[in-house]
């Protein structure tokens, strides 16, 4: 069986700083890998490559056994879940969530259909008018989440999401997310500095 994604001698340096050197790994339909280490090991930096928002100098990357590594983010099989949640402030809970489907041209019906199944999976039926600065910083997460489900990627990409959280709020999202994840099946690569935060959310 292909992969859902590859990443083949992956490298990046910044001028005289390597920041990713020569990495390969494979991940399986499903799965839930987590790259840990402390800051500057290079984690996001392989995230965002895989994401497209970072170039690799050299190595391949394949989704579903077809190279990216040149494809713009919008054009590859994947979502991210950034630190800060990354919301259009202007928008609403609705029409965040909705983003990433319009810019995929999906029709308007499956649209709507899609925001409602990715505000009930995420348990925020009834907020969809609302906007980023009316939400905690745990709904925003939840937000966030349901607007990269929402596009069903093969590839959920998550950096370091739950870092700028209190900890009873990581802890929730945390067993939201691993919920989430037994229920849907997706398949993620999760960065994170914390050791208990990997232990509890990840296959490998």
Known sequence: MVP????????????????????????????????????????????????????????????????????????????????????????????????GLRMRRVARDEIARRVTEALDIVRLRGMEDRYPEQLSGGQRQRVALARSLAVRPSVLLFDEPLSALDLTLRLQLRAEIRRLHQQLGFSAIYVTHDQGEAMALSDR
């Open 4 to 99: 859902t994604l590859e990443l083949d001698r992956l490298h990046r340096n910044y001028g005289p700083v390597v920041a990713v050197d020569g990495v390969s790994l494979s991940l399986a339909k499903g799965e839930f890998l987590t790259l840990l280490g402390p800051s500057g090991s290079g984690k996001t930096t392989t995230l965002r490559m895989v994401g497209g928002f970072e170039a690799p100098n050299s190595g391949e990357i394949r989704i579903g056994g077809s190279r990216v590594d040149r494809l713009p983010p919008y054009l590859r099989d994947t979502a991210t879940i950034f630190q800060s949640g990354a919301l259009f402030p202007h928008k609403t809970v609705a029409a965040n969530i909705a983003f």
